[in-house]
């Protein structure tokens, strides 16, 4: 069982328990949302694209003009070092799940409330990452079932999806809706302001026709760090990925379809809003790309998620999985 009391967080300048980590309620995070953040994994320990998500990260302190003195070469140190803090109270086969948060701080209005000292908030945090994929190992086998929910995705022309941060009540309203259709595999995925097939709720979306793989535009859509890595791994295995405006129509009729995000890296979808997908099964090409993306980082990414569900159905009894 995970020694929750023993794990270590970074934060402000600070090693403190994990449950000592608080933030003032004058913080602009609490008050605004006003927060980027980053979340990553490791397979066998190894962090992977950590300097990606840090750049994406950095690119978002910039665009929000969060004063932040930290230059990015010292958050990498960070992360590094809250890794070694908290190796020895995880299991050997945990990965590691760094979630980096920095918000503005608190409002300068309340500037009196810390003697006048008023800085940016920086948090980083390491947990088990088997807590992120809870009830997701069946899914590999039988895919999600993609729900239309009628929330849309904040376009880039108010907050920029590409950036990004703890703005997301569009993502909790559209997972909401969709936990309460009919069945235990269903994930939304929401279509932009023009009717195009933008993103899950914190993942990107693929389809394969003719065993060409699309995605969406990255326009009004998180530009993911595992969805950049889909494009890598199809030129690995000789085959073509595009962006393109995506119409419902489009999955309806395709071949296979596909969500990516960090912690289970490709997800199957094997039907939408309950019509099947091609023949409603996983598809050859997901398969492929999940089988290449395992090669290349050294696990087999499917088996080690199983394994952790069979962790954790151990523990607690068997938990579907439902909010992303």
């Not at 590691?96 to 918000?103: D, P, Q, T």
């Not at 997701?136 to 950036?163: C, H």
């Amino acid at each position: 069982m995970d020694k929750i009391m023993e794990r270590i967080v970074y934060m402000n300048g600070k090693f403190v328990n994990e449950k000592e980590a608080k933030i003032s309620i004058y913080d602009s995070a609490l008050m605004f949302g006003d927060m980027v953040f980053e979340m990553t994994r490791s397979f066998n320990k190894k962090q992977f694209k950590l300097r990606e998500h840090l750049e994406r990260l950095y690119a978002g302190i910039r665009i929000l003009r969060i004063p932040l003195s930290m230059t990015i070469h010292e958050m990498e140190e960070k992360c590094y070092e809250v890794i070694e803090k908290n190796e020895p109270v995880f299991s050997p086969t945990d990965e590691h799940r760094l979630m980096i948060n920095v918000s503005r701080g608190p409002l300068a209005i309340y500037a009196h409330v810390f003697d006048g000292r008023i800085e940016p908030t920086v948090v980083i945090a390491d947990f088990p990452l088997k807590w992120t994929v809870v009830g997701m190992g069946r899914l590999y086998d039988i895919g999600v079932n993609a729900i239309i929910p009628s929330q849309r995705t904040v376009p880039s022309y108010l907050i920029d999806p590409k950036i990004k941060n703890r703005s997301r009540i569009y993502y909790q309203m559209a997972n909401i809706e969709v936990s309460q259709c009919k069945g235990d595999r269903n994930w939304a995925l929401l279509l932009d302001p023009d009717g195009f097939v933008a993103e899950g709720t914190g993942d990107n979306f693929f389809i394969v026709k003719n065993r060409k793989i699309y995605t969406p535009e990255g326009r009004n859509v998180l530009r993911g760090i595992s969805r950049e890595y889909i494009f890598e791994l199809a030129e690995q295995i000789n085959l073509c990925c595009f962006e393109k405006n995506i119409e419902l129509y489009d999955v309806y009729t395709a071949d296979e379809a596909f969500y990516t995000a960090t912690p289970f890296c490709i997800m199957p979808c094997t039907s939408i809003n309950n019509v099947p997908i091609g023949n409603g099964k996983v598809g050859e090409i997901t398969k492929l790309l999940l089988k290449q993306w395992s090669e290349n980082v050294g696990v087999d990414i499917v088996a080690q998620i199983k394994q952790f569900n069979k962790e954790i159905d151990s523990i607690n009894g068997p938990t579907p999985y439902q909010f992303k």
